[in-house]
Every structure is written in C-alpha cells, then in structure tokens.
C-alpha cells in the first residue's frame, strides 16, 4: 500500500505547471494536482492529463543495439566519441539546468558546443537575444492590449487562463495568429506592413514563440514591432527547459538550429550526433526525411530518460532517471526557477563517469547545481529591458501554391505522444468548393504521397490547412499540398 | 462502550498526538487505533507539506498517521477516490463523505471496508488565493502562519510569534478571498452521512481547543470509537447540554449563510438564456477531462459516455463532453468544487453543474451523497 509522491514540473511545454506524480507499488504512474503552484495552482491541460502514459516508457541502456548496462553503455560511447570527427551535441531542454550544465562539460571535453536546436539565436544579432527571454506570466494580467501570434488554446493551454483574466481587468485582445480565437476580441490576418495598425504602446503585450523551427524573419518583424511601439515582448518556449537551456548557452550565436544540424548531417558533414533527451525524429516535421539523415552517422548517442523512437535507431542509448525522479531544477517561461523534489543523480552520474572515460575529470550534482547558482540566479529576475536592438530587415519566406498544410506545433507533436488530434483544420470557403460532406474526409497529396484525414470547420485564411499532429505527407512545418473532397 | 447516536467529547490520550491535532488529536488517534488492531489495511492521511500544501497518501505505518493531524482548510484535497478498492479508514469532509457514497451507490467503494471519520467543515480555501489574501488583507508573511481556525464567523490565523490575528469571513470573501465558491453555498457542514461527526464546535470551557465533539452515526462508527477505547489511544466523556446547544447554533449559522449564497449564486437560468448560457460558459474548454477525472463521484472509467460521444474533430457550438456530463451529473454532482478548482481555463464548472442540477435535486427532494437508502433518480442503483 506504499506510494511514493514525487513534486515536479510538467514536460509538456515551458510554462512550468507543478504537479505531483504518483508511484503506486505495482510500479503504475499516476498525476495529482500541485494546486500551491503558483505557476498553474494545480491545473493542468489535455497534455499534462496523458502524462502517465508519457512516462509509461522508461529509457533501457542499450549497446549497439543491445539492452546493456549503463556503465557499459557509457563505455562504449566513450570509445565512439573518442575515434569521432565532427560532433553535433544537442539539448533542446527536455532535462533538468543540472544535467544540461554536465553535458555542456562533455562539450567542453569533446571541443564542441551544446545546440539547443532553435536557430534564431543563431540568426538574431546577439543584442536581441535577451529580449527572447521571458517576462512574468502574471504580468500579461495586467496588460491593456495583447496581440497574440501563436494559439494559445493548442500550443500553450495554461496561458489561456492568464488571458482571460487579462480580459477581465480590461485587456484588448488581438489575435494575429492563423486561426480565430474566441478569447480575443479581434482576430486578424495581418501582414507584417499592417502591424501598425494594431495601435500598440508601452502598456500592450505581444506574445509568440520560439522554437525549432520558427522563422527569424518573424521573430525580427515582431521585434521591430516592439521596438517601434514601445510594447513589451514575451516568448514562450516549447520544452519544460528551454528558457534554461537557452539562458545556460555561453556562445548562442553558434548554436545551430536542429534543422541546421540535420542539413550538415545530410551532406556528410556531421557523422556523430549526440544527444540528451532531446530526439530529432518526434522534433523535425518529416520523420522519414530525418529518419535518412539519421542513418548517414556513424555514431549516434543518446541519453534518455524515456524511450522515443530515437533510442530504436542509436548506438548506444544511456538511459537515466525518469524526468520526475530527477534532482535538479527547470527554468519556465517566464524565468522563474522550478525545483524537483526527486533526489535520483544517474544522469549527471553517468555523464561524469563518461567524462572520466575521456579523459577528463569527473563531478558531481552538487557542482553542477553551484554553477547554475553562480551563473544564472542573478539572471532571473526578469526586469523590463530596454531595447538595444536596432530596426531588422528581412525577407519572408513565400509559399507559393494553393493549399499550405501548416503545422500548429503543439506539446503532443513534440513528444510523439498519442493525442485525439487526428484531423486538420480549413475553413467554409474550402468545404464549399469542395463540396465537402458533414463527418467526411478530405484527401490531402503532397509531393511525398496521399492520405485521408477528417476535418474541422474552423476560421482560418483561406486555402491554410492547419495540423496540430505530423503527418506523413508533410514535407516541412509548411507543405504545399492538393485536397480533395472523398 | 458507546451507542449509536451518542454525543462526546473526547482527545487523544497520547499527548504529542493530542497537543499536534487541531482539537485534541481524537480523530487521528481513531484512525490509528483502527489501524493498529486491523480493523483496516491502511489509512488515508495529508501529508503535509506547508501550512498551504498537503498530499493524501495511504499508510499502512501507525506512527505515520499518528505524525499527521492538524487542519488544513487551504488544501482543498478530496480524499474519495483513495477510498476505491481498498480496506481503509479515512478522515473525511462532507463533500469526501458523499463522495464515497456515491461511489458505494455505484459500486466503486465497498462500505462496509471503508471507515469514515467525518469533520464539520464550514469551508476550504485555494492555498494561492490564501496567500495572497494573507499578504493583502491580513497584512501578515505567509511564511510566518503557524496555524488557522474558523471560529464564530472569523477566520483567524495564528503565527510563529504567538498572535493571532481574525478577520469576518463575509468581509474577506465581499473582497473576493476567503472560501472557495462551492464551499460558500455548500448545505452540509457536519458530515452526518459518515461513522462518525467530528469538530469543535460545541468544544467549550477547559476543554475548548484539546478536544473533539464527536456525534457516534452508526454501527461503524461505534466500532471504530469502542476500538479506540479500548486500545487505549482516546478517552471519552459525555458531552452536555450546552455543548450539544452551541454545536447545533453554529451549524444553524452556517448554513443560514450557505442558503444566502445559494439564493445569490445558483440563480434560475431562463429558458431562452439556457443555450446561450452554457456555449458561451464552456467555450474556453480546452479539453483536458480533468474535470471529469477529477469527480469524486464519477465511476464510468475511460469509456464513459461523455467521452465516446465527445470528438475533439466535431464542430458543435457546444461540446457534447459537457452535455453528457451536465445530465450525467444531475443525479450526483456533491457540489465538492474539484473540478472548478483544476480547470486550465478558470470555467466555474462546479456552480454551472450545480446550476443545472439543483432544481432537478430539489424536484425529488434528493440530495447526493447523503445516504444509500435512495438510488441515484437517473440510475439503477447497483449497491
């Protein structure tokens, strides 16, 4: 009748919300609400529900491709990172500052860095980057006027509830996104040339975010927007640790974006890969492609807290802890420091034994923990900066065609989790033209092949098809595509 | 030994345990004795974890539920589901009580292994709510709160230096603190429907403050009390008049002021606003289902009907998740405040369920939870 409580933060996304995670003493994983969190007061979304069954897949240490030890499977990663030419480490900020800092060590050792996979600190001027940190979540309450460039209700749920009180005590919402909200009292397809017309000033909020694949000439348009206006900026981030990791980078202009390293690999330029919690098949938008990519290494190795389809492919797997047993502490959105209160170090162990296999010293939780303290509590307090930037120019992407299938990335895309998503979004212009039947389908075909999918009615521009889950015939976060009805 | 109906006054023996426990530790050491002569296989208990947070958790360790006790009301916990399949002892608030009835109506709890030992309840607080409350109206460090009580009409917390400090609960909850909104409409304050009713109130004179008046309700709660005795870990007296007299006054109070909020809050929805009422209340869902998971009184498992008729593809202006559930509820929604307390988007979901069911209940002069004489007027009973 024992259980076990462990005080956690949700993986889902970088909002933080605390919850406890349950472990019964059959092993099974269940979620109780934290509701003291000031971050989410115990509330969780539709991801944060299904975390069970994200954490019903353990990590298993693997060498070449065989259950191992892991001090076997440190070993041999030791000997593949010893003989390897040019290695790409990856940590996008699925773990805790503590390990993220550990790994950082071993990039040191090896004479590389640690990319966190979002390329626009790689494309931003470095005078922009602190504006991609985060501003207090309770500080959107108190906002006149919100412009939102992302859908707060699929990508980021436990934001919603910021907005709506931000309604409440009088906000303006607008949203700029691709789909109509109902939270919003405008919802409006603008150019980056209309943005003037939002009107905003020094007490307006933008929202958006940065993530893998955002474009930069998005993100410098809207911090154009701020700069001219006076708003204030917040970006919010995919991965529990994103903020972490990203505050943690020591050199973020030479971080490359994942999409970035997977071009490199492609052409023969990387050949090892290695990663920490982070799997490029669940993050790139076309596995297949990325699947290819992937065999063109000669090593790949991952460490992970749970099984992904990137721990089917490597070779060699260390597996550590699972997320909510890990001691250590996250960084959310908003720059606020989040602690576990799992007391288990097999990661930073591992990692410290791996960097005694190269050759250089080991370490402990504890150093890895002071560091952060020296290097980023100062950091935290997240004051309003004045901008220090100057105007950007940039040219968009166009996409030409007449259908785009637009990915909504959302948390259940990112961690391959199974999710009722399972249909796209258009909007009454297309299900007139094509005739579309109530409960039917619509064909979608692609340069990469065809599939059937259900469909929801919703207001977006007319001939974007919105995803929130992956697809197969999706070619890249936007595809060029023919419907039909069927 | 004792008699079902009897009215006592009683403390733990143990004075660690009587000292600790928010009235004289009579109901911890109940919970203890019943574990210790293994009239059950665990014991449900809040762990603490601050003055503002607590985890229920089952122990099968004696000394564990002798180490917990205190009351916590801004930890808004329900304890129902823990009492599902398991031979356990637990303690209870109205709303735990009525929820474990109703799993019993539906056969998720099997009475006769689950022992519950009610504690008058005038209302839980949100722990952030109570901090901030406790910055701005208290003018007091949350840091620094040792303690809280509510006592005739006032919630007073006490801190580490020894003062006390009260404020009316009307005042605090006309500025939008104090209890959480079910709570504030809530009708049953002494949990009448579990083994036994425990609270201080009618605690009065030497003992008030290290004791616990404790009304024996049934078979049950005689066995658990004799138990008690018997092992030595409580003694009882019988409570007298006018402790009988103040306990009856206070509830009166309260639930006078639980029929005031009812008559402000859960207002008659007319019929032409229904359909705009609810669309518009429901249109921020998110679809998590915590609402649902969270239900004390749901037992329907992962294919309920308000799920299988429910697709998140569909394009109606209002989910059938909730229209499901708004007519599943109707029968035996407790008005427990779980669900509006866990929603991501802040929908009051408990008032608008209780919105919807009340008139239904008060139709057939049914109330939840309360006993397993009357079946759920939507359901077969199957206990």
Excluded at chain 1, 4 to 31: A, D, F, H, K
Excluded at chain 1, 443 to 461: A, H, I, N, Q, T
Excluded at chain 2, 19 to 32: E, I, Q
Aim: proline share 4%.
């Amino acid at each position: 009748m024992k259980e076990t409580i462990y005080q956690t933060v949700c993986p889902g996304c970088g909002i933080g919300c605390g919850l406890y995670i349950r472990e019964n003493g059959n092993g099974s994983v269940s979620i109780d609400f934290l509701k003291s969190s000031p971050v989410n007061l115990g509330k969780l979304c539709r991801f944060g529900m299904k975390l069970p069954y994200y954490y019903s897949r353990p990590a298993s240490s693997k060498t070449e491709g065989v259950v191992s030890g892991a001090e076997e499977a440190v070993k041999a990663a030791a000997s593949r990172l010893k003989n390897a030419g040019k290695i790409a480490m990856l940590s996008a900020g699925n773990t805790t500052c503590e390990e993220h800092i550990a790994f950082t060590r071993l990039a040191e050792t090896l004479g590389t860095v640690v990319h966190t996979g979002i390329p626009v600190y790689q494309e931003l001027p470095s005078e922009c980057h602190p504006h991609l940190e985060g501003m207090p979540l309770a500080e959107i309450e108190n906002a006149e006027k919100i412009v939102l460039f992302i859908d707060p209700y699929v990508q980021y749920p436990l934001l919603v509830r910021r907005l709506l009180v931000a309604r409440r005590n009088g906000a303006h919402i607008i949203s700029a996104g691709t789909k109509e909200l109902h939270l919003a009292h405008e919802n409006r397809d603008l150019s980056p040339e209309q943005y003037a017309e939002l009107e905003l000033d020094s007490n307006s909020v933008i929202i958006a975010d940065v993530h893998p694949h955002t474009e930069s000439c998005h993100t410098k348009q809207l911090l154009n927007l701020a700069l001219e206006t006076g708003a204030r900026i917040h970006f919010m981030k995919p991965f529990i640790n994103s903020e972490g990791a990203n505050r943690l980078a020591r050199d973020k202009a030479g971080m490359m974006g994942i999409s970035h390293i997977m071009d490199e690999i492609e052409k023969g330029d990387i050949k090892t890969l290695f990663l920490l919690d982070s799997d490029p098949l669940e993050m790139m938008p076309d596995s297949d492609r990325t699947a290819n990519a992937l065999n063109k290494l000669d090593n790949l190795i991952v460490i992970s807290s749970r099984d992904s389809p990137i721990t089917e492919i490597a070779n060699v797997v260390i597996a550590t802890e699972p997320l909510y047993r890990k001691r250590g502490t996250f960084i959310n959105a908003e720059g606020k420091l989040r602690e576990n209160s799992g007391q288990e170090v097999a990661g930073i162990d591992a990692m410290s034994l791996l960097s005694r296999e190269l050759g250089s010293e080991g370490f402990e939780y504890r150093q890895m923990h002071g560091y952060l303290h020296e290097r980023m509590i100062e950091t935290l307090a997240n004051e309003n900066r004045k901008p220090e930037y100057g105007i950007m120019q940039c040219a968009p992407v166009q996409h030409n065609g007449a259908c785009i299938l637009k990915y909504l990335f959302n948390p259940f895309m990112w961690a391959n989790q199974p999710d009722d998503n399972d249909f796209v979004l258009l909007n009454m212009n297309m299900v007139r033209s094509l005739k579309l039947r109530k409960g039917g389908m619509v064909r979608l075909d692609s340069e990469k092949g065809s599939m059937k999918m259900r469909y929801r009615v919703e207001r977006v521009p007319d001939g974007m098809i919105l995803t929130a889950r992956k697809l197969q015939v999706a070619t890249g976060t936007n595809t060029t595509v023919k419907v039909e009805g069927c | 030994m004792v008699g079902i109906g009897d009215k006592l006054l009683g403390y733990a023996t143990n004075p660690d345990v009587r000292n600790r426990g928010a009235s004289g530790g009579l109901v911890t050491a109940v919970l203890a004795a019943a574990l210790e002569k293994g009239m059950v296989e665990g014991v449900v208990v809040l762990k603490r974890i601050d003055e503002y947070e607590a985890i229920p958790v089952i122990t099968d360790d004696v000394q564990e539920v002798l180490a917990s006790g205190g009351s916590m009301h801004a930890v808004p916990v329900n304890l129902t589901k823990h009492a599902v399949g398991r031979k356990i002892a637990m303690p209870g608030k109205p709303c735990d009580v009525r929820g474990v009835i109703e799993q019993a109506k539906r056969n998720g709890v099997d009475l006769e292994n689950t022992y519950i030992v009610g504690l008058n309840c005038g209302g839980s607080m949100h722990p952030v709510v109570t901090r901030e409350m406790l910055i701005r109206m208290y003018e007091i460090d949350p840091e620094d709160v040792v303690g809280e009580e509510i006592e005739k009409g006032k919630l007073i917390f006490k801190t580490k230096d020894g003062e006390e400090k009260a404020i009316s609960i009307d005042e605090l909850e006309e500025a939008g603190y104090g209890r959480r909104e079910n709570c504030r409409y809530c009708t049953i304050k002494i949990p009448t429907n579990a083994d036994l009713a425990c609270g201080n109130w009618g605690v009065i004179g030497e003992l008030a403050g290290s004791a616990t008046f404790c009304e024996v309700m049934n078979e049950k709660g005689k066995r658990l009390l004799d138990n008690a005795i018997e092992a030595g870990f409580i003694e009882v007296q019988p409570a007298d008049e006018k402790s009988i007299a103040i306990r009856n006054k206070v509830n009166s109070a309260m639930l006078k002021l639980g029929d005031e909020w009812k008559g402000r809050l859960l207002t008659e929805i007319h019929d032409q606003e229904r359909l705009t009422y609810y669309i518009e209340q429901f249109a921020d869902c998110i679809d998590c289902g915590a609402c649902r998971e969270v239900c004390p009184v749901c037992t329907c498992g992962e294919d309920s009907k308000c799920t299988m008729f429910h697709s998140l593809a569909d394009n109606y202006k209002m989910s059938m998740y909730h229209m499901v559930r708004l007519l599943h509820l109707s029968d035996s929604c407790i008005g427990c405040g779980q669900c509006s307390d866990i929603c991501p988007v802040d929908i009051p979901v408990t008032t608008i369920f209780r919105r919807f069911a009340d008139p239904a209940q008060k139709k057939r002069d049914y109330s939840p939870g309360m006993d397993l004489q009357r079946p759920p007027f939507l359901e077969l009973m199957l206990k």
